[in-house]
Structure formats: C-alpha cells, structure tokens
Antibody, heavy 120, light 107 residues
Framework: EVQLLESGGGLVQPGGSLRLSCAASGFSLSSHAMSWVRQAPGRGLEWVSAIYKTESSTYYEDSVKGRFTISRDSSKNTLFLDMNSLRAEDTAIYYC?????????????WGPGTTVTVSS | AIRLAQSPSSFSASPGDRVTFTCRASQPVSSFLAWYQQKAGKAPKLLIYAASSLQSGVPSRFSGSKSGTEFTLTISGLQSEDFATYYCQQYYTYPWTFGQGTQVEIK
C-alpha cells in the first residue's frame, strides 16, 4: 500500500528554521514527482514546492523561494522540506503529496500532514 | 500566477441531488486541471485529473468536463458522504494553484 507520513512540525519563532520529513512506503520516491502542499488554519490549499525525478528539477511558490528547499534521500525513501526565515504566514498544515504518472501536478496520494506554527 | 475562481463558494443540497461546481481559470490551462474533495480534519482526496479522468477508486457519480477555461465537476446523485469542500487545481504552469473551494452542506 502506498503511504506517506510527515513529521517534524512544531512551534518555532519568527525567523527560525524547521526541517519537515516525509517517509514514503509502498513505492520508490525517486521514481515519482513529489510536492509539498500547505493549508493555513481555516484557509484553502496552497502548493509550496515540487521535486522531479532529477533533483536538479525543483520548483517553488514565489513566497517561499530562497527560504525553503525541497530534497530527498533515496536510500531512506524520504522527502524533506527545509524551511528557513520562517514567518507567521507560514503557519499551516504541511502535506507531503505524490503526483500521478504523466501528470505530476495531480496529487493522488496525501500524507496526514504535519502542523507548523510560527509564533513568538 | 493563474487564478482559479470557484463558484459558488458554498451551497446547500439534499441527498440525491445532481450538483455542479464551476472553476474558471484566468488563463488557458489546457486540460491540466484536477478536482479534490476535502472533509473536515482530513487530507484532500483526488477525484478527477486531466479535467475529466476519474481517479481510480472514485465512484462514477463524479465526473468532470471542460469548455475553454471553464471547468465543471458534477456529482450525479449526492450521497451523505459527499458533503465536503471541493477544490480545483491547475498544474499547467508554475506556480501550481488551487481555487478557493466550494463547500457543500446538507440542506
């Protein structure tokens, strides 16, 4: 069974850093495009970042460019999101998602999410 | 960024109703449009991709269509488990963007 499980969320002060992890099972991360999607409290969904089979192919939403970095460890079948210079507006549930073959931007598998709270 | 405008933002319906949601893109997105269902406290679930392709395991009462830059999601015969929020999303160009959602409530 294909599963994703995020971890690493928590409370962090503005300007701080956090690393989110997403452990994948039932498939190989390196064979699929993966993304992070977030949802602020009571708000809609927002795509954050994507990584393709070749790690040189990474993409970011404008507000996180230069602050967030997506990467993966194929040996551990784990996806990461390194978040720096965090702001209050980054407060959200962060979901790890798997894109469908042939349509990497359509997300067929979602993790349960991990909550990030940026507050002093 | 491409904006997706969903209408209505919310509405009430009864079990058995045929309901249709609309998603209008501010620019052409070809058929790179997906629909998701989200229930309270849960992660979203993919229903439709490529504008009209039904995701595996999704009931056939869900269907999607496209006309230019206007996309529709139709539920033929609303079931009690369908009361949720529905989002459209374009993956034609970066940044991939979502609509603001349509919430379906029980009448």
């Amino acid at each position: 069974e294909v599963q994703l499980l995020e971890s690493g969320g928590g409370l962090v002060q503005p300007g701080g850093s956090l690393r989110l992890s997403c452990a994948a099972s039932g498939f190989s991360l390196s064979s699929h495009a993966m993304s992070w999607v977030r949802q602020a409290p009571g708000r809609g969904l927002e795509w954050v970042s994507a990584i393709y089979k070749t790690e040189s192919s990474t993409y970011y939403e404008d507000s996180v460019k230069g602050r967030f970095t997506i990467s993966r460890d194929s040996s551990k079948n784990t996806l990461f999101l390194d978040m720096n210079s965090l702001r209050a507006e980054d407060t959200a549930i962060y979901y790890c998602v798997k894109g469908i073959m042939g349509g990497p931007g359509a997300f067929e598998t979602w993790g349960p999410g991990t909550t990030v709270t940026v507050s002093s | 960024a491409i904006r997706l405008a969903q209408s209505p933002s919310s509405f009430s319906a009864s079990p058995g109703d045929r309901v249709t949601f609309t998603c209008r893109a501010s620019q052409p997105v070809s058929s790179f449009l997906a629909w998701y269902q989200q229930k309270a406290g849960k992660a979203p679930k993919l229903l439709i991709y490529a504008a009209s392709s039904l995701q595996s395991g999704v009931p056939s009462r869900f269907s999607g269509s496209k006309s230019g830059t206007e996309f529709t999601l139709t539920i033929s015969g609303l079931q009690s488990e369908d009361f949720a929020t529905y989002y459209c999303q374009q993956y034609y160009t970066y940044p991939w963007t979502f609509g603001q959602g349509t919430q379906v409530e029980i009448k």
